[in-house]
Structure formats: C-alpha cells, structure tokens
C-alpha cells in the first residue's frame, strides 16, 4: 500500500511563496504518475499539476501555469510543487496523488489517481 504524505502548507501573503512537498512510502515511486490536486472550502478537488515518471513532462491547470512548477526526485521518493505569486484564490487543502497505471501520460482527473495524502492547508492572504 502506498502511503503520501505532504508538508509545506502555511498562511503566506499575496505574492509570497511555498514549496509543497510529498513523500512517498509503500510502493515503487519511479513508476507512477504523481500529481497534486487542490480543494478550497464548498468546491470540489480540481486539478492542479501532474508529472510523468521520470520528470520529463509536466502539465499544469491554467490557472496555476507560469506561477506554479511541480517536480520530482526519485531518489528521495518525493514530489514538490513550488508556488510563487501566490493569490488568496490559491487558498486550499492541496493534496498529491499517485497514479500507479501510467507512466508517461499525465492525467487531469481525480478517477484516475490510486493514492491520495491527507492534505496540507495553504492559506494566502490578502
């Protein structure tokens, strides 16, 4: 079973920055799909980032495109999201994902994700 595990959340101000970071136990973390997804209080999870199994592709949500970058380190079995120019529409529980059926296509939907962390809180602040 494979266990995720975020870290990074905090209140930041608008225009400030955070790197999230989620690590991976219980699996082959090379092999899957990584994503992260956010939920701001009353919506729905949506997509935010992916990247493929070896860090080669990434896609991202184009509300975060140009501000937010995710990668991946194999070695430490871990994934980051690195966001900058924070907005308080930002505001969520982010979570990661795993997506142990692909490799090499990212996906956008939450049906697609096997593995999901608890969640970090990022507060942004006007």
């Known amino acids: 079973q494979v266990q995720l595990v975020e870290s990074g959340g905090g209140l930041v101000q608008a225009g400030g920055s955070l790197r999230l970071s989620c690590a991976a136990s219980g699996g082959t973390f090379s092999n899957y799909v990584m994503g992260w997804f956010r939920q701001a209080p009353g919506k729905e999870r949506t997509f935010v980032a992916a990247?493929?199994?070896?860090?080669?592709?990434?896609y991202y949500a184009d509300s975060v495109k140009g501000r937010f970058t995710i990668s991946r380190d194999n070695a430490k079995n871990t994934v980051y999201l690195q966001m900058n120019s924070l907005k308080p529409e930002d505001t969520a529980v982010y979570y990661c994902?795993?997506?142990?059926?692909?490799?090499?296509?990212?996906?956008?939907?939450?049906?697609?994700?096997?593995?999901w962390g608890q969640g970090t809180q990022v507060t942004v602040s006007s």
């Open positions: 994902a795993a997506d142990r059926a692909r490799r090499t296509i990212v996906s956008q939907y939450r049906f697609e994700y096997d593995y």
């Open positions: 990247v493929t199994w070896n860090g080669a592709n990434t």
